[in-house]
């Protein structure tokens, strides 16, 4: 993309590996995130996506390459030092504080950014009012349902006040309605400048979105730009129609 | 099945209390009282993993560690109540006999157990590889999820193994008892103690490495009081265990787990 | 800071009950003493325990550090009382870093076998290292400095000393528990690596609770020596007093504020009325109630309280 390549880049990976014995999991990765700007990543199942996810957020260790965010390299720190950086995210498998209430869940990761009580809860209130959630806030976080539950895992990423978001899967399982309401909901967090890297199997919403997509088969990048070139591209309907040799 | 059981000790302390009481009030030795205490040892294992064990599921980490523990400690106290505190033993006529292999002198009671290890040793060993049953308690173990996909009844295999874990207990108090003195709150702890260095230092759920763990104890504590200080005798394989499960925690004998 | 508050009544509320006992007549002391101790030393082991989520089973080698660091720090050391006792709090937080930092990598029951056996340890030591510790045989505190001129082994001054621990260690749980540490340790007991994604370290946490849970148990060591006077490592430092501290927090209900507390009076007033009627049968009535509570109340009765109370609050907001 040589027009964008003036905007600042928050996000740089390159020739991120991850191996696990002798398996690749994801094989020579490189791309390039900008401000305000969404990275579609989509692949078949077992294609590394996950991997590459985790390995970015820090929950998975690199076997070679280097992850750059904001200037400075962060492939060795752990999870919990790139969320204070400005690295949020969401986990596929929801994982909200089970025994903790709605407002308790996001009061958490407010704390990062407000120590003091009150400060904190206006914050969290803020962030459950963005996702929809703020009737919900002295409710048990276990008893809500999966779409609530999506929601209650984006204020929580969102109370970090990310640069760059990480969102795995929120799409997933939802019924119409609800997924043009996230989609419409995801696109107005770029506003800020937030930059975000989706996880994504629902290819509508990722259609719609991203700015600019990978496609990951057996851990390699096969193909990447904009959506309509991506969708079009001989070899990413090879990959989903599952046509790859092992090769 | 990755149930740490705090009970365990305990029930060689039944199986050793079970020796005596049916040797002084039948005269039955406690080779016979074997024949009867494995089957009714198993139904004990059964019916406390049905009434116990089995309804803990979606509760606080650590709760199956707490439930054995307060099962423990009810042995522990009904025995005491019911025999009181003194230790016992059980003299038997072979008690003191021993038999001579060359250089060295084994009592027969060792012989005896010591045989009777190898056998269900061998019977565990072609029960898990050779049955179907068998193959149905690696998978639970291994993956239970995976085993319920494929239509193994896990409740049930989590009862057997249970069972057959109880029994086996009961079974060593019973081969044990004319060696050792019991009382019934000391003796079930250093079992259990000994239980757990043991099968951490073979790595959990391995039979072959709870053998070797088994060995291994025997060694380092021999060897330890002999050539540093007898006092700390039972400390070594406390620190044996420490270094295990801080430095290699799948055990000396298990294969490194790979997380993906 | 209405919660906050609210807090500061209950305790306020706690320490006038424990000052007006004493006026009663006939007042046992030795059990009051018995159970304000079990008070604090509980709800210190509930800082890792329960609202970290670290089962520890190994608590009596705190009460132990304490105990001998007053015995060992006055007798052989020549330290006064406060000293001895800071001495010992100061032991007992190295102790839990170290412990902690080696240990933590460990999951769930693992990390609770490992107290196990580290506190075995200890006790092997306390055993076999007769020449400092007194040994097997235990130790006598036949005296001890009198700090503020408080004679340390009349029953009332022990009274009131062991209404301080136990207000104290109350205190310090209250101020923390609607503060950042104390959701940064639900967060941790919750799930670590959504923890991470929170910005918290969770190894970094952990320590900090071990270590002001290792301090205050050593602490109401100090006091729980004073009150013994004769210390005995194989109950300083042994399972068995280790167990009743964390079941005491766990019946009560873990990572609740009077969770332990209630534990601890339901524990040992009744046990202190049992050993009257049938001496050794106390344990035996432990033991069905651990196994009542895993099984009927698994998260302590103030735990399933307070989830009840949330749930009905939120229903009834909703209509």
Same mark, same amino acid.
């Given at each position: 993309m040589p027009a964008s390549r003036a905007s600042p880049s928050i996000l740089q990976a390159e020739?991120?590996?991850?191996?696990?014995?002798?398996?690749?999991?994801?094989?020579?990765?490189?791309?390039?995130?900008?401000?305000?700007?969404?990275?579609?990543?989509?692949?078949?199942?077992?294609?590394?996506?996950?991997?590459?996810?985790?390995?970015?957020?820090?929950?998975?260790?690199?076997?070679?390459?280097?992850?750059?965010?904001?200037?400075?390299?962060?492939?060795?720190?752990?999870?919990?030092?790139?969320?204070?950086?400005?690295?949020?995210?969401?986990?596929?498998?929801?994982?909200?504080?089970?025994?903790?209430?709605?407002?308790?869940?996001?009061?958490?990761?407010?704390?990062?950014?407000?120590?003091?009580?009150?400060?904190?809860?206006?914050?969290?209130?803020?962030?459950?009012?963005?996702?929809?959630?703020a009737d919900r806030r002295k409710q048990l976080s276990s008893e809500l349902n999966l779409a609530r539950r999506r929601r209650l895992e984006l204020a929580k990423a969102l109370a970090v006040k990310p640069r760059v978001l990480f969102l795995d899967e929120i799409m997933a399982g939802l019924n119409p309605p609800a997924l043009t309401e996230m989609i419409e909901f995801v696109l107005s967090l770029t506003l800020d400048g937030t930059a975000i890297l989706m996880v994504e199997h629902i290819m509508q919403a990722v259609v719609e979105l991203s700015d600019h997509i990978i496609v990951l088969a057996f851990g390699k990048k096969i193909a990447e730009g904009t959506p309509e070139v991506v969708t079009s591209s001989p070899l990413v309907i090879e990959a989903y129609l599952g046509g790859v040799d092992d090769a | 099945m990755r149930i740490i059981n705090f009970s365990h000790g305990d029930f060689v302390v039944i199986g050793m209390y079970t020796a005596i009481v049916l040797y002084t009030q039948l005269g039955w030795d406690p080779l016979l009282s074997l024949l009867v205490a494995l089957p009714l040892g198993f139904l004990l294992g059964v019916v406390l993993e049905r009434l116990i064990l089995s309804r803990l599921v979606d509760v606080p980490e650590g709760s199956t560690l707490l439930a054995t523990l307060g099962l423990s400690l009810v042995v522990q106290n009904t025995l005491m109540l019911s025999f009181g505190a003194s230790p016992?033993?059980?003299?038997?006529?072979?008690?003191?006999?021993?038999?001579?292999?060359?250089?060295?002198?084994?009592?027969?009671?060792?012989?005896?157990?010591?045989?009777?290890?190898?056998?269900?040793?061998?019977?565990?060993?072609?029960?898990?590889?050779?049955?179907?049953?068998?193959?149905?308690?690696?998978?639970?173990?291994?993956?239970?999820?995976?085993?319920?996909?494929v239509g193994i009844n896990t409740r049930s295999v989590h009862s057997l193994v249970f069972g057959v874990g109880v029994a086996l207990s009961v079974a060593a108090g019973i081969i044990l008892i004319p060696q050792l003195f019991v009382t019934p709150v000391i003796t079930g702890p250093v079992f259990t103690l000994k239980a757990f260095v043991v099968t951490v230092l073979g790595g959990l759920g391995n039979v072959w490495g709870a053998i070797g763990g088994g060995l291994l104890l025997g060694v380092v504590e021999v060897l330890g009081a002999a050539y540093i200080s007898f006092d700390y005798r039972d400390a070594y394989g406390l620190v044996a265990f420490l270094l295990i499960l801080l430095l290699r925690p799948e055990g000396l004998f298990g294969r490194t787990v790979k997380r993906v | 800071?209405?919660?906050?508050?609210?807090?500061?009544?209950?305790?306020?509320?706690?320490?006038?009950?424990?000052?007006?006992?004493?006026?009663?007549?006939?007042?046992?002391?030795?059990?009051?003493?018995?159970?304000?101790?079990?008070?604090?030393?509980?709800?210190?082991?509930?800082?890792?325990?329960?609202?970290?989520?670290?089962?520890?089973?190994?608590?009596?080698?705190?009460?132990?550090?304490?105990?001998?660091?007053?015995?060992?720090?006055?007798?052989? !050391?020549? @330290?006064? =009382? $406060?000293?001895?006792?800071?001495?010992?709090? +100061?032991? *007992?937080? /190295? #102790?839990?870093?170290?412990?902690?930092?080696?240990?933590?990598?460990?999951?769930?029951?693992?990390?609770?076998?490992?107290?196990?056996?580290?506190?075995?340890? !200890?006790? @092997?030591? =306390? $055993?076999?290292?007769?020449?400092?510790?007194? +040994?097997? *045989?235990? /130790? #006598?505190?036949?005296?001890?400095?009198?700090?503020?001129?408080?004679?340390?082994?009349?029953?009332?001054?022990?009274?009131?000393?062991?209404?301080?621990?136990?207000?104290?260690?109350? =205190?310090?749980?209250?101020?923390?528990?609607?503060?950042?540490?104390?959701?940064?340790?639900?967060?941790?007991?919750?799930?670590?690596?959504?923890?991470?994604?929170?910005?918290?370290?969770?190894?970094?946490?952990?320590?900090?609770?071990?270590?002001?849970?290792?301090?205050?148990?050593?602490?109401?060591?100090?006091?729980?020596?004073?009150?013994?006077?004769?210390?005995?490592?194989?109950?300083?430092?042994?399972?068995?007093?280790?167990?009743?501290?964390?079941?005491?927090?766990?019946?009560?209900?873990?990572?609740?504020?009077?969770?332990?507390a209630l534990g601890a009076t339901l524990l040992i007033l009744p046990a202190e009325l049992f050993r009257s009627v049938f001496a050794e049968a106390n344990l035996l009535i432990y033991g069905l109630l651990i196994l009542i509570v895993t099984l009927f109340v698994p998260r302590g009765l103030i735990g399933e309280l307070e989830r009840y109370l949330l749930r009905r609050r939120y229903a009834r907001e909703q209509g």
């Open positions: 020739r991120v590996s991850v191996r696990f014995g002798g398996l690749r999991a994801v094989d020579d990765v490189s791309f390039r995130l900008e401000c305000g700007k969404i990275l579609g990543l989509i692949g078949p199942n077992g294609a590394g996506k996950t991997t590459l996810f985790n390995a970015l957020t820090g929950y998975v260790p690199l076997s070679s390459g280097r992850v750059t965010y904001l200037g400075s390299d962060v492939s060795r720190s752990p999870p919990f030092e790139r969320t204070r950086k400005g690295m949020g995210r969401t986990f596929q498998i929801e994982r909200p504080f089970e025994g903790l209430t709605v407002l308790e869940n996001v009061l958490i990761p407010a704390f990062l950014r407000f120590p003091g009580r009150g400060d904190a809860e206006a914050w969290a209130g803020e962030c459950l009012e963005r996702v929809g959630l | 016992r033993s059980l003299n038997v006529a072979y008690g003191s006999a021993t038999v001579n292999l060359g250089p060295m002198t084994l009592s027969v009671i060792q012989l005896v157990a010591g045989g009777i290890v190898l056998v269900v040793i061998a019977g565990l060993y072609l029960f898990l590889n050779y049955t179907e049953r068998g193959q149905a308690v690696r998978a639970t173990s291994q993956n239970r999820l995976g085993a319920e996909l | 800071m209405k919660r906050f508050s609210g807090s500061l009544a209950q305790l306020a509320l706690f320490i006038a009950v424990g000052l007006a006992l004493p006026l009663l007549p006939g007042t046992n002391f030795s059990l009051l003493i018995t159970l304000l101790l079990f008070i604090g030393l509980a709800t210190s082991w509930d800082i890792l325990g329960g609202w970290t989520g670290q089962t520890s089973l190994g608590h009596a080698a705190f009460v132990g550090i304490g105990a001998y660091a007053l015995a060992l720090g006055t007798n052989r !050391l020549g @330290l006064d =009382a $406060i000293s001895a006792v800071q001495l010992g709090v +100061g032991v *007992a937080v /190295l #102790f839990a870093l170290l412990w902690g930092s080696l240990t933590f990598g460990l999951r769930g029951s693992y990390f609770t076998l490992s107290t196990i056996a580290i506190a075995e340890i !200890l006790r @092997l030591a =306390a $055993i076999n290292e007769a020449w400092f510790t007194g +040994g097997s *045989a235990g /130790l #006598f505190i036949s005296s001890l400095p009198e700090p503020f001129g408080l004679d340390l082994f009349e029953r009332r001054v022990e009274y009131y000393l062991a209404l301080v621990y136990a207000a104290s260690v109350l =205190a310090c749980v209250m101020w923390f528990a609607s503060g950042r540490f104390g959701y940064e340790m639900r967060a941790v007991r919750e799930d670590e690596a959504a923890a991470q994604a929170s910005g918290i370290n969770p190894t970094r946490i952990k320590l900090r609770a071990f270590a002001l849970s290792g301090a205050l148990t050593a602490l109401g060591g100090g006091v729980y020596g004073a009150y013994l006077s004769f210390l005995d490592p194989h109950n300083l430092f042994f399972l068995p007093l280790s167990v009743q501290i964390a079941l005491t927090a766990i019946i009560g209900g873990r990572g609740t504020v009077w969770g332990p």
